[in-house]
């Protein structure tokens, strides 16, 4: 199963585990990678030793192309890029924002870049700059969204870039790949379904509560981080209106001030990086202030377990996740229910033909 994005990338198949901070370690990006498709190491909020600790870790557990994830304007953005360069990470999936800093400062390097991108501009300007491949998220996907569903985003961009495309945002079996495949796609990237697998780091009450989820249990909040963020509705976002959301600037501050410190930058690159952080994600200078907070919202459900005050980053798929298989089990169910579903299409187009 062969397509341009898996001969970039050096997979079997053109199946990726989507970025999902901090689930996504060594373990889990391990096991994708061994089984075929490409994992990413999503480690959250991390020094530039622990990136570097973290992927030689991947190393350890692997020997086939993996990536890690980069977050433009970060703060600490340029020290854990180094490390990804300094590694020779095999691909590095850039996210919202500009990937130009990193193309020019790992330029001769052999790091595939593949940019995540919610709009069709942001995609052929990724490919100018020289991206090669782009993701495309659409509002489905759980985490960070665009405004727009993959089934119009895809064709859309595909249509206007020539480098390859990866679908994301509601995907997570064979059927939605080969819906990928005619929608322009040359691969998929699944967040939510390898968050639900006995190698993701989730604690097991919140992979309870992701299993217990319909499609219909998931809203669209910038309260928590400063921009659009798909999570499972819970009493933290029952409680978070206009008249509740005082207190926790006692939170948004406490999250700055920790991330700072972990970062061992200081406040004048902190702040210098907060200002990056406000281009790449279009958002104000205040949304931008509650993201700190909100990455230690997300730690709170995906780290300490605690499902009703922690933020949960879903996409709507939930509601055709019902078990937590092995990240193998999973690619083989893909692969399978790809064979099947195109010879399906195939009885149904030769009905068609005979009509």
């Given at each position: 199963m062969q397509t341009r994005i898996s001969e970039l990338l050096g997979i079997q198949y053109p199946i990726i585990q989507a970025p999902i901070n901090p689930l996504a370690g060594p373990h889990l990006v391990a096991a994708v990678s061994n089984a075929g498709g490409l994992g990413i190491l999503a480690p959250g909020r991390v020094t530039p030793e622990e990136m570097r600790y973290m992927i030689r870790d991947v190393r350890g557990y692997t020997s086939r192309p993996f990536g890690v994830n980069l977050t433009a304007g970060a703060p600490g953005y340029e020290r854990l890029a180094q490390v990804i360069i300094e590694e020779n990470v095999p691909v590095v999936c850039?996210?919202?924002?500009?990937?130009?800093?990193?193309?020019?400062?790992?330029?001769?390097?052999?790091i595939a870049i593949m940019a995540q991108v919610g709009t069709r501009r942001h995609a052929i300007r990724a490919e100018q700059d020289g991206a090669d491949a782009v993701v495309v998220a659409g509002m489905e996907a759980g985490g960070h969204i665009s405004h727009i569903g993959s089934i119009v985003s895809l064709p859309l961009v595909a249509a206007s870039v020539q480098i390859p495309v990866v679908a994301a945002g509601g995907f997570c079996d064979g059927r939605g790949l080969v819906a990928a495949l005619s929608l322009g796609a040359e691969a998929v990237a699944m967040g939510t379904r390898f968050a639900l697998t006995q190698e993701s780091?989730?604690?097991?009450?919140?992979?309870?509560?992701?299993?217990e989820s319909s499609e219909n249990d998931t809203i669209v909040t910038a309260a928590i981080t400063g921009t659009r963020l798909?999570?499972?509705?819970n009493k933290l976002t029952d409680s978070i209106d206009d008249e509740v959301r005082k207190p926790f600037w006692k939170e948004r501050l406490s999250g700055i001030i920790q991330t700072r410190k972990m970062l061992g930058v200081s406040w004048w690159r902190f702040i210098i990086g907060g200002w990056k952080m406000r281009q790449a994600y279009e958002a104000s200078l205040s949304e931008l202030s509650v993201l700190a907070a909100g990455a230690m919202r997300v730690d709170k459900a995906f780290v300490e377990g605690d499902e009703d005050m922690g933020a949960m980053p879903c996409g709507q798929v939930c509601g055709r996740i019902h078990d937590i298989p092995t990240a193998q089990e999973v690619m083989h169910r893909i692969v399978a229910e790809v064979h099947a579903t195109m010879t399906l299409l195939g009885s149904k187009m030769t009905s068609i033909r005979a009509v």
């Amino acid at each position: 199963m062969q397509t341009r994005i898996s001969e970039l990338l050096g997979i079997q198949y053109p199946i990726i585990q989507a970025p999902i901070n901090p689930l996504a370690g060594p373990h889990l990006v391990a096991a994708v990678s061994n089984a075929g498709g490409l994992g990413i190491l999503a480690p959250g909020r991390v020094t530039p030793e622990e990136m570097r600790y973290m992927i030689r870790d991947v190393r350890g557990y692997t020997s086939r192309p993996f990536g890690v994830n980069l977050t433009a304007g970060a703060p600490g953005y340029e020290r854990l890029a180094q490390v990804i360069i300094e590694e020779n990470v095999p691909v590095v999936c850039h996210g919202r924002g500009n990937p130009k800093w990193f193309l020019d400062a790992s330029r001769g390097s052999d790091i595939a870049i593949m940019a995540q991108v919610g709009t069709r501009r942001h995609a052929i300007r990724a490919e100018q700059d020289g991206a090669d491949a782009v993701v495309v998220a659409g509002m489905e996907a759980g985490g960070h969204i665009s405004h727009i569903g993959s089934i119009v985003s895809l064709p859309l961009v595909a249509a206007s870039v020539q480098i390859p495309v990866v679908a994301a945002g509601g995907f997570c079996d064979g059927r939605g790949l080969v819906a990928a495949l005619s929608l322009g796609a040359e691969a998929v990237a699944m967040g939510t379904r390898f968050a639900l697998t006995q190698e993701s780091a989730m604690p097991a009450n919140i992979k309870r509560r992701y299993l217990e989820s319909s499609e219909n249990d998931t809203i669209v909040t910038a309260a928590i981080t400063g921009t659009r963020l798909r999570v499972i509705r819970n009493k933290l976002t029952d409680s978070i209106d206009d008249e509740v959301r005082k207190p926790f600037w006692k939170e948004r501050l406490s999250g700055i001030i920790q991330t700072r410190k972990m970062l061992g930058v200081s406040w004048w690159r902190f702040i210098i990086g907060g200002w990056k952080m406000r281009q790449a994600y279009e958002a104000s200078l205040s949304e931008l202030s509650v993201l700190a907070a909100g990455a230690m919202r997300v730690d709170k459900a995906f780290v300490e377990g605690d499902e009703d005050m922690g933020a949960m980053p879903c996409g709507q798929v939930c509601g055709r996740i019902h078990d937590i298989p092995t990240a193998q089990e999973v690619m083989h169910r893909i692969v399978a229910e790809v064979h099947a579903t195109m010879t399906l299409l195939g009885s149904k187009m030769t009905s068609i033909r005979a009509v």
